[in-house]
Nanobody
Framework: VQLQASGGGLVQAGGSLNLSCIVS????????MGWWRQPPGNQRELVAA???????RYADSVKGRFTVSRDNAKNTVYLEMNSLTPEDTGTYYC???????????????WGQGTQVTVSS
């Protein structure tokens, strides 16, 4: 399984970014998906997850600002990020597994990450 995350960049506080993660080598429609981030000097943390049937969950810190979605026809999961703050800065990763528990506990297959930097 291979994952390719993209869409990161530099944005001012209050701005928006849209991340994408394309998955190959698996039956994407049956996969659970996760978005994680690793702030500088900190551990990786779960930002959002979406199940194969579109049930979503979010970290408290991003609820109401981030939206995770998926397009099974494109083997892609998205993370729409709005009202960004400097605290959202970090490397963003996507992961996948058939097991939701594996996804939300940081297991499964991982992509290479995309950098998000929010300036104040």
């Amino acid at each position: 399984v291979q994952l390719q995350a993209s869409g990161g960049g530099l944005v001012q506080a209050g701005g928006s970014l849209n991340l994408s993660c394309i998955v190959s080598g698996s039956d994407f429609s049956r996969n659970q998906m996760g978005w994680w981030r690793q702030p500088p000097g900190n551990q990786r943390e779960l930002v959002a997850a979406i199940t194969y049937d579109d049930t979503t969950r979010y970290a408290d810190s991003v609820k109401g600002r981030f939206t995770v979605s998926r397009d099974n026809a494109k083997n892609t999961v998205y993370l729409e990020m709005n009202s960004l703050t400097p605290e959202d800065t970090g490397t963003y990763y996507c992961n996948t597994d058939w097991s939701l528990l594996a996804v939300v506990t940081g297991k499964g297959s991982w992509g290479q990450g995309t950098q998000v930097t929010v300036s104040s």
